[in-house]
């Protein structure tokens, strides 16, 4: 139990990747990716169960090996989403949220996953992480979501794209001129909307952007995001690996 909810954290986990197939089974310091971030996800007490759902043999087996609770899911899931949904209809009891870790994420904080679940008690439908923009690489890079919200914390709008924009602001002033949010895709659902999240057709906004929560916000679902002092760091090609390697994390 956190914060008085039954909580189950699901870790998805694909072995085919555009960028860098095979990626949840790539060595990380004698340790394979997938297992550092479970055992990052374990070190948050209170979780009540800690599911690896994957549609891949070779990853269920490693999943096996270290001790994981593994779930073999369909191989025709489009998100990490649709493959949470799924899990939960197998789970066999009743769950208040589900939270979605990715499975590149072998360097998330615990903290986070605290943050996270700090949101629970407002009952909201789906939760994630915002984190403050410093530079003005981050800020303008068109692979770093970006997200704006209303005064009660909800998110109006995410983009990849720079937001808002500053009229009359030379864009090297920004950052001096408005605090400007990055996205952190660490999700919650709470377990009563997440078949009928998983259910949505893709939207116009979605498919503009390629940024799945837009489709939930276009159909008026409300994303409360959480501010974290805390960076994250994913690993998406094995680019980011080498990087990861240099900065000695591993």
């Not at 039954?6 to 555009?18: C, E, L, M, N």
């Amino acid at each position: 139990m956190i914060h008085g909810k039954k909580v189950v954290a699901i870790i998805p986990a694909r072995f085919a990747s555009t960028r860098f197939p095979g990626k949840p089974l790539v060595d990380l310091g004698g340790k394979p990716m997938i297992q550092r971030t479970y055992e990052r996800v374990k070190s948050v007490k209170g979780f009540d169960r800690i599911v690896i759902a994957t549609d891949d043999q070779r990853i269920f087996e490693v999943a096996v090996g270290f001790g994981a609770e593994v779930m073999m899911t369909a191989d025709t899931h489009l998100t990490g989403t649709d493959r949470c949904a799924e899990v939960l209809s197998r789970l066999g009891e009743t769950v208040d949220y589900v939270v979605n870790i990715q499975g590149d994420e072998p360097f998330i904080e615990p903290e986070q996953l605290r943050e996270v679940a700090s949101g629970f008690a407002s009952g909201a439908p789906v939760l994630t992480l915002i984190k403050k923009i410093t530079d003005n690489e981050t800020l303008f890079n068109t692979n770093t979501p970006k997200v704006i919200r209303d005064k009660e914390g909800h998110a109006l709008y995410f983009s990849r794209q720079t937001i808002p924009f500053l009229r009359g602001v030379e864009p090297s002033d920004w950052l001096n001129k408005h605090t400007f949010y990055k996205h952190i895709g660490l999700y919650a659902y709470r377990a009563d909307i997440l078949p009928g999240l998983s259910a949505l057709k893709p939207t116009s906004l979605e498919l503009a952007e390629s940024l799945e929560q837009l489709r939930w916000i276009q159909n008026g679902i409300q994303i409360k995001a959480i501010e974290t002092q805390f960076e994250t760091i994913g690993i998406d090609s094995p680019e980011d690996l080498e990087k990861i390697q240099k900065m000695g994390l591993i």
